[in-house]
């Protein structure tokens, strides 16, 4: 397994544990998929920045934008991120 918690050998990427949710970033306007965890967690409440399952550090745009472009990195690695923009005619 990697750093990030995915098998190697699977073809099929998946998050292996914990819920995502969608945080559009301000540097780069994409939305990335956030864990629920890393959003809750105290180190980040301080910093106001967050690591998404890309490894990409989101600085959060204001929650009342609309989504950003889905980011590439974070549709690959967690399949429920592309099904939910899907669900919301994204």
Known sequence: MN????????????????????????????AHAVRDSEIAATSSCH???YSAVCGHVVTPASMVE?????????AERDVTH???????FY
């Open 3 to 30: 750093r990030l918690g995915w098998g190697t050998a699977t073809t099929e990427p998946t998050l292996m544990a914990g819920a995502t949710v969608s945080v559009t970033c301000m540097a780069d306007g994409r």
């Open 47 to 49: 910093s106001g920045y």
């Open 66 to 74: 609309p989504d950003g472009e889905l980011c590439p990195g974070c």
């Open 82 to 88: 592309r099904r939910r923009r899907r669900e919301r």
